[in-house]
C-alpha cells in the first residue's frame, strides 16, 4: 500500500469523519514531504490560577480537556502571566509585549493604541482564517482602522446559544460556536481561533459546586494560608472550580470535532488562563496565585512525543511569537511593533523534558491601573521578578492602598463570600488581621519570596539580612531589563500611566453588578 493511501485509509478507520477533501490535503502534503502550515487553537480561561487543573493533582477540579492537553503534549510548570488583569494580560499575548511596553493597554478598561498590530490580524492577513467565541481581548476600547472597528481576535461567533447549569456561567455555547466557524472556513485554509471562556469570572452562584457539581467542602486539601479556614470560603472555591470545569467541557467537545474532521494532529493547541483566580490576594495582585498560570499545549504533527513535562520559564509574551513562527511568518516582517517575547517552537519541537532552554531562567512582571477606588484614578505601580525559586517585588507608591481605597470598597478585588470573610478579620489587634493585612494593607516597597517553599507568598524574606544580597541582586537585573525595554517608570515618566483615559462607562457599574449579591453570602 502506498503512503497516501495508507494515510486516507488510518484516518476514516479512526474515526475521522470530517471532510475528505481536508483528509486527502493533509494526506497530500504529508506524502509530499511538504508541512501543511498548522491551525491554532488558542484557549484561555478568565481567572484561575495555577495549579487549579487535574494534570497538576488538584482533586476538587476535574479537567479532562487540558489534562488531555497536556497527556498528549506539554505540561508547562513555569508560565506566567506579566500583568494579572484580563485587558493588559489580553494585550500581552496579542503584541508579544510586556504591558510596561503597550502605553494605555497596560492599563485596564483602556483605548488599545492603534499602533499595536496584534498576531491574530498579521495571521488574517497571511491567508488564515481567523476566530473567536467568548471573551477575546476585553475590557476597553479597541479602536478602529479605516473606519472599521477592529477586531483584535477575530470574527466573533456568539449566535448559539444554551442554557447554563448556574447563575453567573454564559449562556454562550462555545463548541456549537467553534463548529460554525469551522463551517465557515475554506477548506484550503489554516485556521486560528480564540475560545475565550468566561468562566471562572465572577459572579458564581453560591453553593452551585456543592449543590449542582455534587462537590464536597472537604475534597478541598488545604485552604490558602492568606484566607481563614471557612465553610464560605470552601464553598466558594468550590464554585470557582465547578465554573473551571465547565470551560473544560467545552473544550473536550471542540477537541473531539477536530479529531473527527482529521484536524487535531496538525492544530498546535494551547490553554491557559488570563490572570489568577477572582479572589482576595490573587487576581489583580502580582504574587504567584496571580501571574502564574496553567498552561498545556500539544501539536503532534510537531511532536508526537506525548506527556512532556517542562520547567522553563514562560511568558504570555512568548506565545506571539511561537503563532507567527508557525504560520511561517517572520516577526520583522508582520508589521507588529518590536517583539520583546521569544518563541516557545524549540520547545513543542524537542523531546526534552525538564529545562529545556537553560537561558529561560526568569521571567517579568508588573502592574500599573487596574480599577478605580483611588484619589485621581491613580494606579498602583508595581514591577517584579521571577527567578528561581524566588518571587522579588518593588512596590514604587507605598503610600497607596494597594487594592483601592478602603472607602470605596476596595475595588481591585472582585466582590465574593472569600472577600467578605477576609474583610470580617479586620477588627483591632486579633490574630485573624493577618488575613486583613495579606489581602487589602499597605506593603512595604520590597517584597520578596521563596515561591518552592513559600507559593502562597506569606513570609516576606526582604528584610532578612541573609536575603540582602539575593534582593539586591534580583532587584538589579529588574531595573536594569526594564530600562531596556524603555519602561516609562525606570526613567520618572511612570505617571503617564494615571493619566491615560480609562473608559469604563458608568462608575455605578460596580454597585449595580459585582457588589449585587453581598448581603446574600
Given at each position: 500500500?502506498?503512503?497516501?493511501?495508507?494515510?486516507?485509509?488510518?484516518?476514516?478507520?479512526?474515526?475521522?469523519?470530517?471532510?475528505?477533501?481536508?483528509?486527502?490535503?493533509?494526506?497530500?502534503?504529508?506524502?509530499?514531504?511538504?508541512?501543511?502550515?498548522?491551525?491554532?487553537?488558542?484557549?484561555?480561561?478568565?481567572?484561575?490560577?495555577?495549579?487549579?487543573?487535574?494534570?497538576?493533582?488538584?482533586?476538587?477540579?476535574?479537567?479532562?480537556?487540558?489534562?488531555?492537553?497536556?497527556?498528549?503534549?506539554?505540561?508547562?510548570?513555569?508560565?506566567?502571566?506579566?500583568?494579572?488583569?484580563?485587558?493588559?494580560?489580553?494585550?500581552?499575548?496579542?503584541?508579544?509585549?510586556?504591558?510596561?511596553?503597550?502605553?494605555?493597554?497596560?492599563?485596564?478598561?483602556?483605548?488599545?493604541?492603534?499602533?499595536?498590530?496584534?498576531?491574530?490580524?498579521?495571521l488574517s492577513e497571511n491567508d488564515?482564517?481567523?476566530?473567536?467565541?467568548?471573551?477575546?481581548?476585553?475590557?476597553?476600547?479597541?479602536?478602529?482602522?479605516?473606519?472599521?472597528?477592529?477586531?483584535?481576535?477575530?470574527?466573533?461567533?456568539?449566535?448559539?446559544?444554551?442554557?447554563?447549569?448556574?447563575?453567573?456561567?454564559?449562556?454562550?455555547?462555545?463548541?456549537?460556536?467553534?463548529?460554525?466557524?469551522?463551517?465557515?472556513?475554506?477548506?484550503?485554509?489554516?485556521?486560528?481561533?480564540?475560545?475565550?471562556?468566561?468562566?471562572?469570572?465572577?459572579?458564581?452562584?453560591?453553593?452551585?459546586?456543592v449543590e449542582k457539581g455534587g462537590?464536597?467542602?472537604?475534597?478541598?486539601?488545604?485552604?490558602?494560608?492568606?484566607?481563614?479556614?471557612?465553610?464560605?470560603?470552601?464553598?466558594?472555591?468550590?464554585?470557582?472550580?465547578?465554573?473551571?470545569?465547565?470551560?473544560?467541557?467545552?473544550?473536550?467537545?471542540?477537541?473531539?470535532?477536530?479529531?473527527?474532521?482529521?484536524?487535531?494532529?496538525?492544530?498546535?493547541?494551547?490553554?491557559?488562563?488570563?490572570?489568577?483566580?477572582?479572589?482576595?490576594?490573587?487576581?489583580?495582585?502580582?504574587?504567584?496565585?496571580?501571574?502564574?498560570?496553567?498552561?498545556?499545549?500539544?501539536?503532534?504533527?510537531?511532536?508526537?512525543?506525548?506527556?512532556?513535562?517542562?520547567?522553563?520559564?514562560?511568558?504570555?509574551?512568548?506565545?506571539?511569537?511561537?503563532?507567527?513562527?508557525?504560520?511561517?511568518?517572520?516577526?520583522?516582517?508582520?508589521?507588529?511593533?518590536?517583539?520583546?517575547?521569544?518563541?516557545?517552537?524549540?520547545?513543542?519541537?524537542?523531546?526534552?523534558?525538564?529545562?529545556?532552554?537553560?537561558?529561560?531562567?526568569?521571567?517579568?512582571?508588573?502592574?500599573?491601573?487596574?480599577?478605580?477606588?483611588?484619589?485621581?484614578?491613580?494606579?498602583?505601580?508595581?514591577?517584579?521578578?521571577?527567578?528561581?525559586?524566588?518571587?522579588?517585588?518593588?512596590?514604587?507608591?507605598?503610600?497607596?492602598?494597594?487594592?483601592?481605597?478602603?472607602?470605596?470598597?476596595?475595588?481591585?478585588?472582585?466582590?465574593?463570600?472569600?472577600?467578605?470573610?477576609?474583610?470580617?478579620?479586620?477588627?483591632?489587634?486579633?490574630?485573624?488581621?493577618?488575613?486583613?493585612?495579606?489581602?487589602?494593607?499597605?506593603?512595604?516597597?520590597?517584597?520578596?519570596?521563596?515561591?518552592?517553599?513559600?507559593?502562597?507568598?506569606?513570609?516576606?524574606?526582604?528584610?532578612?539580612?541573609?536575603?540582602?544580597?539575593?534582593?539586591?541582586?534580583?532587584?538589579?537585573?529588574?531595573?536594569?531589563?526594564?530600562?531596556?525595554?524603555?519602561?516609562?517608570?525606570?526613567?520618572?515618566?511612570?505617571?503617564?500611566?494615571?493619566?491615560?483615559?480609562?473608559?469604563?462607562?458608568?462608575?455605578?457599574?460596580?454597585?449595580?453588578?459585582?457588589?449585587?449579591?453581598?448581603?446574600?453570602?
Amino acid at each position: 500500500m502506498q503512503r497516501r493511501e495508507f494515510l486516507i485509509k488510518s484516518a476514516f478507520s479512526l474515526g475521522a469523519i470530517g471532510s475528505f477533501s481536508t483528509i486527502l490535503e493533509n494526506a497530500r502534503a504529508a506524502s509530499e514531504g511538504k508541512p501543511k502550515r498548522p491551525n491554532i487553537l488558542f484557549c484561555i480561561w478568565d481567572d484561575a490560577s495555577f495549579p487549579h487543573m487535574g494534570a497538576y493533582g488538584c482533586g476538587w477540579v476535574k479537567t479532562p480537556a487540558f489534562d488531555r492537553v497536556a497527556e498528549e503534549g506539554i505540561l508547562f510548570n513555569r508560565a506566567y502571566t506579566p500583568n494579572a488583569k484580563c485587558a493588559p494580560s489580553r494585550a500581552c499575548v496579542l503584541t508579544g509585549r510586556n504591558s510596561w511596553q503597550l502605553e494605555e493597554a497596560a492599563n485596564h478598561w483602556p483605548n488599545f493604541p492603534a499602533k499595536f498590530k496584534v498576531f491574530t490580524e498579521v495571521l488574517s492577513e497571511n491567508d488564515y482564517f481567523v476566530g473567536c467565541t467568548g471573551k477575546g481581548w476585553a475590557p476597553g476600547n479597541s479602536g478602529k482602522i479605516d473606519g472599521k472597528r477592529r477586531q483584535l481576535t477575530g470574527k466573533s461567533y456568539r449566535k448559539r446559544r444554551l442554557e447554563p447549569p448556574a447563575r453567573g456561567i454564559s449562556k454562550l455555547d462555545y463548541a456549537a460556536n467553534f463548529a460554525d466557524f469551522y463551517n465557515d472556513k475554506p477548506e484550503d485554509q489554516p485556521f486560528c481561533f480564540w475560545y475565550g471562556a468566561y468562566e471562572p469570572h465572577r459572579g458564581y452562584e453560591y453553593r452551585s459546586g456543592v449543590e449542582k457539581g455534587g462537590k464536597k467542602l472537604d475534597q478541598i486539601e488545604k485552604v490558602p494560608g492568606f484566607w481563614p479556614d471557612d465553610e464560605r470560603v470552601r464553598a466558594d472555591m468550590l464554585d470557582y472550580a465547578y465554573e473551571i470545569e465547565h470551560a473544560d467541557n467545552h473544550l473536550a467537545s471542540i477537541l473531539k470535532m477536530l479529531e473527527e474532521k482529521g484536524e487535531l494532529d496538525n492544530t498546535i493547541v494551547v490553554v491557559t488562563a488570563d490572570n489568577g483566580m477572582p479572589f482576595p490576594r490573587c487576581k489583580g495582585q502580582e504574587y504567584e496565585y496571580s501571574n502564574h498560570m496553567p498552561m498545556a499545549a500539544m501539536w503532534k504533527n510537531g511532536n508526537p512525543r506525548a506527556g512532556r513535562v517542562v520547567n522553563d520559564f514562560v511568558s504570555f509574551i512568548d506565545l506571539a511569537p511561537t503563532f507567527l513562527e508557525a504560520a511561517g511568518i517572520a516577526p520583522a516582517q508582520s508589521g507588529m511593533q518590536p517583539i520583546q517575547g521569544k518563541s516557545l517552537m524549540n520547545i513543542l519541537t524537542s523531546s526534552r523534558n525538564g529545562l529545556v532552554e537553560k537561558e529561560r531562567d526568569h521571567v517579568l512582571i508588573g502592574k500599573e491601573r487596574h480599577d478605580l477606588g483611588r484619589p485621581h484614578n491613580w494606579g498602583y505601580p508595581i514591577r517584579g521578578i521571577v527567578k528561581g525559586d524566588y518571587l522579588y517585588i518593588h512596590n514604587f507608591e507605598t503610600d497607596r492602598w494597594p487594592v483601592g481605597n478602603p472607602e470605596t470598597g476596595y475595588r481591585n478585588c472582585d466582590a465574593s463570600p472569600t472577600m467578605s470573610v477576609v474583610l470580617g478579620t479586620n477588627s483591632g489587634y486579633s490574630r485573624a488581621k493577618r488575613y486583613w493585612d495579606m489581602s487589602f494593607g499597605k506593603r512595604p516597597a520590597d517584597e520578596l519570596y521563596n515561591i518552592s517553599e513559600d507559593p502562597e507568598c506569606i513570609k516576606n524574606l526582604a528584610r532578612d539580612k541573609e536575603h540582602t544580597d539575593l534582593k539586591e541582586k534580583l532587584k538589579t537585573q529588574l531595573f536594569n531589563e526594564l530600562k531596556e525595554q524603555k519602561d516609562p517608570r525606570m526613567f520618572g515618566n511612570g505617571h503617564v500611566f494615571d493619566e491615560y483615559e480609562y473608559i469604563r462607562a458608568s462608575d455605578d457599574w460596580y454597585e449595580k453588578t459585582v457588589n449585587r449579591n453581598i448581603n446574600s453570602w
